[in-house]
């Protein structure tokens, strides 16, 4: 359904996109994870013909971006990473607006709004402005108008940045649901655990290059299959014992806290080089776990130049 | 706020629902957006009211304070200072409310509306006329209460009368019009409202003062009446002064609606081609 290849976008000296190559099968959500500045919105920037590539092709159901473009926007509904909703009027003032201008009747707009406001939770405040919505309310919203038109592939750009757990897990199921009904998804996020979640396919983008991708499962599988987790006793010198570590022959990161080392291992018995290494330079142990590989592990050996994320 | 209480079977079945909706025409694109815009003002006045400060302000400093000029030589006769320098006064206002299209077509790249409009199978340049029509719109009732204030208040009556005011009125609207096209190219460009009011402020401040607007010409320095002959909105003044005097000048009036479809015609596909740019 979507197809990229060779992609590169430069905005002046700055390489956005490098020779980006990937494909999303119709009906299936891929997630496009990656950094701050990773390239993640000149991708969707791209496919929504909003940007024209530097070079490279890109097609939506075999249609070109650059050179079909109104094809293209028939197709697809866009939610950026920033709200792309008209502030100053309601909420359902926004979805009459949109389908209006899809071609909807008066009386079909108005229809089409209600479902939508029903669906996505917002039928009580669908009058008053948005200026005054929650950032949930607002990213519904947000979702709402880009189904206005039931797109056959929906981009939707960072869709939980910045919002609390609970509006996250709301768009969360709602996300699925749209899949559920067959469209296609290009997600992009920071979060491994949203990827993880709702993304048939991953593609790990770092500094505007494709560096892995593949099913969650082919991720985890490609790095590793464990790790030994060990948590330091409060005071130790953690430099100290990743070196120690690295001594030993093993490849240890530090995750979240600094304070907890992910060492990955070939089998269970390696559990006992990883104290011994420790041991050896005096650094105390307080929790000692194995682990199967997350996807931080993924992220963390494949993208450079981030020590530890703070992805939930 | 949490968990959507409508099941995940109905949720399909009313988002899945595909519209089968044939394209909109431009004409409708252009009413739904300027309807936006517009109803954006009733709900929200305020933005009307604080554009009649400043011309009401101007009426008060040059009907009070300058009116002395109606009794210098020079001056054509039997003329009031307020029915002379109130067709101008539309015209200059005119020319503020085209500056504010361009104020709110910045605003709104900025905040990624405009960015979904692209995303949708809808024409660009609907999104910028829709923006002009609009503005026009509010521009016209903006000048209508003038004229109306002006008349309660200080004594506007010129002998055109009411179809001469009218008249008037619809000269400062396309001004109003084609100057906003002026303002949108630059906005479509730059993309800053500061930058933007900075040369508002830079383009209408001659064009208006350096204009037949609030003396004859004859009473201006030798150095400005060369620019205030040539002065595009010197033509629009003198047609709108015609018009609310009851000597409508044709050749005065062709001149300043040609000169202003000019400047639109070379300033709008300006302002479509830097509004496509991303
Ligand atoms: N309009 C632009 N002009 C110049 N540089 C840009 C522009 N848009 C994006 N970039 C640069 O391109 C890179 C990728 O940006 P972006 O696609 O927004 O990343 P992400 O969405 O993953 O955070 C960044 O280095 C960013 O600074
Ligand atoms: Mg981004």
Known sequence: MISISNLTKKFDSVIALDDVSFSVPGGSVLGLLGHNGAGKTTVVNILSTLLKPTSGTATIAGLDVTTEGDKVRRRIGLTGQFATVDDTISGRDNLVLIARLLGASRRQAAQRADDLLTVFDLTDAAKRPVRGYSGGMRRRLDLAACLVGGPEVIFLDEPTTGLDPGARLDVWSLVESLVAQGSTVLLTTQYLEEADRLADLITVLSKGKVVASGTAAELKREIGQLSVNTVLAPGSDTGAALAALRAAGLTPVTAEQPDTIHTRVLSSADITVVVRALDSVGVRVTDVAFSEPSLDDVYLSLTPGRGATTAA | ?278
């Open chain 2, 1 to 278: 706020m949490t968990a959507t209480v409508t099941s995940g079977d109905v949720r399909t079945a009313q988002v899945g629902a595909r519209p089968n909706w044939s394209a909109s025409s431009i004409l409708t694109q252009v009413q739904v957006l300027s309807g936006r815009s517009l109803r954006t003002l009733v709900r929200d006045p305020r933005l009307v009211i604080l554009s009649l400060i400043q011309p009401l302000v101007l009426l008060i400093l040059f009907g009070q304070v300058f009116s002395s000029i109606a009794k210098t030589p020079g001056f054509p006769q039997g003329i009031g200072y307020i029915d002379f320098i109130l067709p101008a006064l539309l015209v200059t206002t005119a020319l503020t409310s085209g500056l504010q299209s361009g104020v709110a077509v910045t605003t709104e790249l900025r905040n990624g509306l405009i960015a979904r409009f692209r995303s949708m199978p809808i024409s660009t340049g609907s999104v910028l006329l829709a923006r002009s029509v609009a503005d026009v719109c509010r521009s016209f009732v903006e000048l209508s209460v003038m004229a109306l204030v002006a008349a309660l208040l200080f004594g506007f009556a010129p002998p055109g009368g009411i179809t001469g005011v009218l008249g008037s009125l619809a000269v400062a609207a396309v001004v109003c019009w084609s100057l906003g096209w002026v303002f949108m190219a630059f906005a479509s460009w730059l993309r800053q409202p500061e930058i933007l009011q900075t040369i508002g402020s830079l383009v209408t401040f001659p064009l208006m003062f350096a204009s037949k607007a609030f003396v004859p010409i004859s009473g201006l320095p030798d150095w400005l009446q060369g620019f205030a002959t040539i002065n595009p909105l010197s033509h629009a003044i003198e047609a709108a002064r015609g018009m609310a005097m009851g000597k409508p000048d044709l050749t005065v009036l062709a001149t300043a609606v040609g000169g202003c479809l000019l400047i639109a015609l070379v300033f709008a596909p300006l302002a479509l081609r830097s509004f496509r740019r991303p």
